[in-house]
Each structure stands twice: as C-alpha cells, then as structure tokens.
T-cell receptor
Framework: DAGVIQSPRHEVTEMGQEVTLRCKPI?????LFWYRQTMMRGLELLIY????????DSGMPEDRFSAKMPNASFSTLKIQPSEPRDSAVYFC??????????FGPGTRLTVT | GENVEQHPSTLSVQEGDSAVIKCTYS??????FPWYKQELGKRPQLIID?????GEKKDQRIAVTLNKTAKHFSLHITETQPEDSAVYFC????????????FGSGTRLLVRP
C-alpha cells in the first residue's frame, strides 16, 4: 500500500485566493482526519470523517474552511478566502483502529 | 475540553543515556494513548501506544507507562542513539470517541553523540 497520499506537497498562494488540499486515505481505512500543524498551536485536529460522513468538525477554525469526502478514497480541505494566518502544514491521516492514525506526508501551505 | 500537557518541551541527553517524556491528560474517559515521533520536515509516525487496560508496554528500547489514577503517562527511551533525535508527541483519545486524538505540545529530543 502506498500509504496516505496528499497533494500538493507545497502550495504558495496569495491572500484571498481559494486553496484546495487533497487526500487519498489508505484503502480499507474508514476514518479520515485532517490536522493542521503550526509552531504556535502545535498539532490540531480540524475535522474527521467516518465512512465518508463528517463526525466532528469542531476544530475547523471558521467558515472559510470546509471539508468534503465524496467517496471512500478521496477527501478535500478547502480554504476560501485564504489568509496569511492559514500558513501551516496540513496533514491528512486515516485509520481503521481506534485512535491509530497513519499520517500522510503533509501539504505545506504558505499564504502571502 | 480535553487537554494534554507534555513536559519537557526540550530535552538534551548524551548518547547511551535514557530519556523520559511525561504527559498528563484531563479527561478520565480517555482510553487510548499513542506516542508519535516526527523528524524534521517529515510526518508524525506512531512509535508505540497503550490502552487503558494496560499499565506498561515495551518495544525494544522504548516503553510507555500509564497511571490512570493520576492521569499521566510517560515515554521512556533507553540507550538513546543520535537517530532518536526528533520531536515526540503524546496524545490521548478524546472524551467522546477514541478515534479523536488530542495532542500534547511536543518534546524536542536531542541526542548528543
């Protein structure tokens, strides 16, 4: 298995632009998580899905952030409009067992 | 809400010495406690985990202990090697689902050759 796949690996965009991050979980994993990592706030859970259904989005910072999982093999995290404070590394993780998460390589987002 | 505190924030040890990182959690309902290692520029990787029905778990040079009464758990690395240098994160399962993890703030471990 190739593991969790994320794209793009790096994204540089200007403030106000829409950003879409993509994730392909490990096949057979029915839980998918989106995390954000910054020096100031550490590793934060934004949202997680079970069987493509959002279960807990309490970590989503504000309405500018949205996430979807149209099928078992694909999820997106969208930021519209983006702001400089959104600059971070965004990780997608998937799991089939409680708590255990296999992380993807992350997307480093820079908003100028 | 659930909170996980991790100490120390940085730790420097001589190669061959032991390293101990400690975490406390706030929600007594938490029942799963993983530890992740993150090398610079890389993803967090699970290195060991423990569930609330176990007090201690060991895997070669690393071990984790759990004290549910005191709500704290620790990572022990023995015979440290330079390749152990990384940031280590503890985590605890959230109050309503063991699938939701709350992470500590991380410990930067430096092993001096």
């Amino acid at each position: 298995d190739a593991g969790v796949i994320q794209s793009p690996r790096h994204e540089v965009t200007e403030m106000g632009q829409e950003v879409t991050l993509r994730c392909k979980p490990i096949s057979g994993h029915d839980y998918l998580f989106w995390y954000r990592q910054t020096m100031m706030r550490g590793l934060e859970l934004l949202i997680y899905f079970n069987n493509n259904v959002p279960i807990d989005d309490s970590g989503m910072p504000e309405d500018r952030f949205s996430a979807k999982m149209p099928n078992a093999s694909f999820s997106t995290l969208k930021i519209q409009p983006s702001e400089p404070r959104d600059s971070a590394v965004y990780f997608c993780a998937s799991s089939s067992l409680p708590g255990q998460g296999d992380f993807g390589p992350g997307t480093r987002l820079t908003v100028t | 809400g659930e909170n996980v505190e991790q100490h120390p924030s940085t730790l420097s040890v001589q190669e061959g010495d032991s390293a101990v990182i400690k975490c406390t959690y706030s929600d007594s309902a938490s029942n799963y406690f993983p530890w992740y290692k993150q090398e610079l520029g890389k993803r967090p990787q699970l290195i060991i985990d423990i569930r609330s029905n176990v007090g201690e778990k060991k895997d070669q040079r690393i071990a984790v202990t759990l004290n549910k009464t005191a709500k704290h758990f620790s990572l022990h690395i023995t015979e440290t090697q330079p390749e152990d240098s990384a940031v280590y994160f503890c985590a605890a399962s959230g109050p309503d689902s063991s699938y939701k993890l709350i992470f500590g703030s991380g410990t930067r471990l430096l092993v001096r050759p």
